[in-house]
């Protein structure tokens, strides 16, 4: 797997040919993705892709700032999306009014009905966090190996 943007059509087929020569073959990714995926083709003798630790090692400084950017962008998300719904806490996301004070068969009507629409105002601020906590561990973890990296290259 190698991280890599291009800025033109041109750039992306010469990236690829470059690996073909290497013995390479590219399987999966596009111009506009910005993971490109290899597997050696049969007649390749190499096992790695890359082919100094320098260059290996700047797959993870890649991978690590984008896992950045990402994680930003999930904390603009989440201060925006929480900050558009009224969210109380002490009703849990519930808008009628007295359901807590409700009780037997018509507080749980009330409860299932509003619960999908509950669900569907806070899993976005949910997915958000999920998101900004898997990008955090993903990105310190890239930013790790990229050190450690960087150090046996030396």
Not at 35 to 42: D, L
Not at 51 to 69: Q, V
Not at 71 to 96: E, K, Q, R
Not at 104 to 111: N, S, V
């Amino acid at each position: 797997m190698d991280c890599r943007e291009f800025k033109t059509k041109a750039d992306f087929e010469d990236y690829k040919a470059l690996f073909e020569d290497a013995g390479w073959k590219h399987v999966c990714g596009t111009l506009k993705s910005i993971y490109q995926y290899f597997i050696p083709m049969e007649n390749s003798s190499e096992d790695d892709i890359f082919s100094t630790k320098d260059s290996a090692a700047l797959r993870y400084l890649h991978l690590n700032k984008k896992c950045y950017a990402n994680l930003t962008f999930a904390i603009v998300y989440f201060f925006i999306v929480f900050g558009i719904y009224d969210f109380n806490w002490a009703n849990m996301g519930f808008l009628t009014q007295g359901l807590w004070e409700m009780t037997g068969k018509l507080f749980w009507l009330a409860f299932f009905f509003e619960l999908p629409f509950v669900l569907l105002r806070t899993a976005p601020v949910a997915i958000c966090v999920g998101m900004a906590i898997a990008y955090a561990v993903w990105g310190s973890k890239a930013k790790k190996i990229y050190a450690q990296m960087i150090e046996e290259a030396k």
